[in-house]
């Protein structure tokens, strides 16, 4: 009687270790082809776990959560899941919905509420490009500091500036707003706080501006502001086969500026207009190109 209540209580036992280990999964993943998870080949679909690593090969692969969120990852593209994040690793990562961060590396991206998609691609050279398919895309640095405000069709190129922290550079009309004169830039839709002497006289005046960030809203200006009519703004994203090649020449080097785009830099990140690598995915091309994954 003893050994059965023991062989019992053993089949519980590893009954619950079942129901536990499959109650850990977070989602799951769904290819239209091969795909590699945690170093092990999958055909078709797999559960995904909190820090799992999926790699794609030729088809791209669709991931929905237990949340509900829906993300999805390139062909040729490698990714770690996460239950509040995505880190890119490499290709092209797209997540829909909000408070769910897709990081790539120095940034941070977020899509901006429920109905929000947001596209990264990895590029050469540490470029970042990020496009917003749906809805506004927030990037900000790993401190939080905010670097865009990406409207919907529109996409930006990222890069990390290399060796000593240089001033931060904006572009942008000055407006009196509650005391405070306020920049926002053409390019990052970013707004501080301007602070230094004597700038009351490029109230209503669109300048270009250098200094150091004070916290993530304000902005130290070093030296006196330029006048810059800052007329040029961000490339559009959808149905811009045209600019992102002629944006693809100018940021082969990894500039991370498009053709005829001057660029901001904030806190050591530089911003430009796309030069292909987003574009491309926002294009429905490239990394998230073919049939549906979960077809």
């Known amino acids: ?47 995904v776990f909190d820090g799992s ?10 991931l929905t959560l237990t949340n509900g969120l829906k993300l999805r990852l390139g062909a040729d593209s490698r990714g770690r899941i996460f239950r509040d994040r995505m880190v890119l690793e490499k290709g092209a990562g797209q997540v829909s919905g909000g408070k769910y961060v897709l990081e790539a590396g120095p940034l ?18 540490n470029l970042v490009e990020v496009a917003a398919i749906g809805g506004t895309v927030r990037v900000v640095t790993a401190g939080g500091v905010p ?14 500036q290399a060796g000593a922290a240089t001033p931060t550079t904006l572009c942008g009309a000055v407006v009196r707003s ?11 839709k970013v707004t501080v706080e301007l602070k230094g002497a004597d700038l ?11 200094g150091n960030m004070v916290g993530s809203d304000a902005l130290q200006v070093l030296g006196s502001p330029k ?18 090649g002629a944006a693809g020449a100018a ?22 207009g796309a030069t292909g690598v987003a574009l491309g995915t926002a294009g429905a091309v490239g990394a998230f190109s073919g049939s549906n994954a979960s077809k």
């Open 1 to 47: 009687m003893k050994s059965r209540l023991t062989f019992g209580l053993l089949l519980v036992a590893c009954f619950c270790g079942i129901l536990s280990a499959a109650s850990s999964a977070i989602g799951v993943a769904i290819t239209n082809g091969n795909f590699i998870l945690d170093h092990s080949t999958v055909v078709g679909n797999a559960n």
């Open 53 to 62: 690593i999926i790699e794609t090969e030729t088809a791209m692969s669709d």
């Open 108 to 125: 941070r991206v977020m899509p901006g509420g429920l109905t929000t998609t947001a596209r990264v691609a990895l590029g050469k050279r």
């Open 147 to 160: 670097v865009a405000n990406i409207a919907a069709g529109s996409a930006l190129s990222f890069s990390e």
């Open 178 to 188: 509650d005391g405070k004169l306020l920049l926002t830039d053409t390019t990052t």
């Open 200 to 210: 009351d006289r490029y109230d209503g005046k669109s300048v270009r501006v250098s």
């Open 227 to 244: 006048l810059d009519s800052c007329s040029v703004g961000p490339a559009r994203a959808a149905g811009a086969a045209g600019a992102a």
């Open 251 to 272: 940021g082969a080097a990894g500039a991370g500026t498009a053709a005829g785009l001057s660029t901001a830099a904030i806190a050591g990140i530089v911003i430009g």
